[in-house]
């Protein structure tokens, strides 16, 4: 063999070798990420609320909310009635 093929062989040989090595790693890092984001999403559905729990947190907020908007048209009428109340009472009549 020529010396020349001897380093065409070697120049592919290093760069496959290179090109492996890398991806090795990298497939490495991706079944890390993988593993991590896994365990995360297991810690996420075990600690936080699920979607029918915040259904029911916000069904209970907006009676809440109602409650008050109820208790503010009431108080609404009462101050209407009693400046109606101490509209007539203050006025003279001409």
């Known amino acids: ?3 020349e093929l001897m ?3 070697l120049f592919i040989a290093t760069v496959v070798g290179a090109v492996g090595a890398a991806y090795w790693r ?3 890092a991706i079944a890390k990420v993988d593993k991590e984001l896994s365990e995360y999403k297991t810690h996420v559905a075990e600690t936080y609320s699920t979607k029918a729990g915040m259904q029911e947190q916000t069904t209970a907020i907006m009676r809440a909310i109602e409650g008050v908007a109820g208790r503010m ?3 609404h009428e009462r101050l209407d009635r ?8 203050g006025r003279n009549p001409p």
Do not use: K, N, P, T
């Not at 009693?82 to 009472?89: I, K």
């Open 1 to 3: 063999m020529s010396e």
């Open 7 to 9: 380093r065409a062989i």
């Open 26 to 28: 990298f497939s490495q």
């Open 73 to 75: 048209d009431g108080l």
């Open 82 to 89: 009693l400046y109606d109340q101490g509209g007539r009472r």
